[in-house]
């Protein structure tokens, strides 16, 4: 296992996120507890000692599970991460009572790392309220050591992490985001590495293999990425990439089954970061994927001149193609939540006004019913 520095700590390269773990046929919140047990014996033996948990992961069952299966080995052998609900805004008001009831949970008197969950465009004003209280009680648990490192994961824009770190940098030892090579571009993942790397904060990263959808590639990507690394597979390529990207210090992967976590553990026996071509044909690969299932949108705002709505067609175009490609998922309604009701997708009237001057002829009007309808 690669172990990476981080203060005076050595953490596993990879670490187990229990978003997606087993469970029982047919009754998605009920966790399969003999499967976690089995794959968290394996996790340890094997060396990783970092373990990513949510209050709201399997309806909020994943904290007592990992707080069982952890709870067989010394407390001082593993590190244990989970976060603040604020996704959910009725949660801003109970930060005291939600920590105390996910120590009781995970059985533990602290967390080796805590974070502010999902900071995003719906809860950003909600997060830097400071009549919540929240970011005080957190750093205050961190002075009587019931915290040991305080972080943020992250699902907004730049914008939003510029607003966050403007109010809370000083106190953010880490940060988790979403980073893989497709949302290199497709996020603007690029540009938040650049953002922490120059904050001097460490990253941790979340969805290295899109959900699974990096796990496989066509026989065509796998022909092309092959040349260069004959032996690599599909998940190799994802994970020697965040090898290669400045700053990554944790990359956490949500395995749900015991193959799983064997093969991601077979990764991680070696650092093999990509050289300058590798690193091109990879981006190549996830600017093709990004291709063939987004609709070529370059944001060249003629149609917005032309809206008889106002809308912010660019953007919305941005967020059907994120909302297709993940067939369907909670960002982009996320997002749409914090927009006003007439400058959504349902706002377009069908004028088609857009559409006559769109370089790359798409059928806006029609793209806008059809986010409706996934929506």
Same mark, same amino acid.
């Given at each position: ?193 650049e953002v922490l790397n120059a904050h001097n904060i460490p990253i941790w990263v979340m969805e290295p293999l899109r959900g699974g ?64 071509e590798e690193m091109e044909a990879v981006l190549q690969e996830g600017a093709r994927i990004q291709k063939k299932n987004s609709l070529? $949108?370059?944001? !060249? %705002?003629? *149609?917005?001149?032309? =809206?008889? /709505?106002?809308?912010? #067609?660019? &953007? ?31 706002? $377009?009237?069908? !004028? %088609?006004? *857009?559409?006559?001057? =769109?370089? /790359?002829?798409?059928? #806006?009007? &029609? ?9």
């Amino acid at each position: 296992m690669i172990y990476k520095n981080y203060q005076d700590l050595k953490l596993s390269a990879l670490g187990m996120g229990t978003m997606r773990l087993p469970v029982i046929r047919e009754e998605g919140n009920r966790i399969d507890e003999e499967a976690v047990f089995e794959m968290v014996d394996y996790a340890m033996a094997q060396g990783i000692n970092y373990y990513d948990t949510a209050w709201g992961y399997h309806g909020g069952q994943s904290e007592i599970v990992m707080g069982k299966a952890l709870g067989r080995y010394p407390r001082e052998s593993y590190y244990l991460a989970t976060k603040f609900p604020g996704y959910d805004l009725s949660n801003m008001g109970k930060v005291e009572e939600i920590f105390e009831k996910q120590l009781e949970k995970c059985g533990v008197d602290y967390f080796d790392f805590y974070l502010f969950h999902n900071v995003c465009e719906l809860n950003i004003d909600a997060y830097l309220n400071r009549d919540y209280g929240i970011y005080e009680y957190l750093l205050k648990q961190k002075e009587k050591g019931r915290i040991r490192h305080l972080g943020f994961s992250l699902h907004g824009g730049p914008s939003v992490m510029d607003r966050f770190l403007e109010a809370y940098g000083e106190g953010m030892e880490f940060c988790q985001i979403q980073l893989n090579y497709l949302d290199w571009t497709f996020q603007d993942a690029k540009r938040k590495v650049e953002v922490l790397n120059a904050h001097n904060i460490p990253i941790w990263v979340m969805e290295p293999l899109r959900g699974g959808r990096l796990a496989v590639l066509s026989d065509e990507g796998a022909e092309r990425l092959g040349k260069l690394r004959q032996k690599e597979q599909a998940p190799g390529w994802a994970f020697r990439f965040l090898q290669t990207v400045q700053g990554v210090t944790v990359v956490l992967s949500g395995m749900s089954n015991f193959e799983q976590l064997k093969e991601n553990v077979r990764t991680f026996e070696t650092e093999e970061p990509l050289n300058e071509e590798e690193m091109e044909a990879v981006l190549q690969e996830g600017a093709r994927i990004q291709k063939k299932n987004s609709l070529p $949108c370059t944001a !060249c %705002r003629y *149609c917005v001149d032309h =809206c008889t /709505q106002g809308l912010d #067609i660019p &953007e919305l175009l941005r967020l059907y193609n994120e909302h297709r490609y993940t067939n369907g998922g909670f960002m982009a309604p996320m997002v749409l939540n914090t927009m006003p009701e007439d400058k959504r997708p349902g706002a $377009c009237i069908g !004028c %088609r006004s *857009c559409e006559a001057v =769109c370089p /790359q002829q798409i059928k #806006i009007s &029609e793209v806008m019913a059809d986010f409706v309808k996934r929506l």
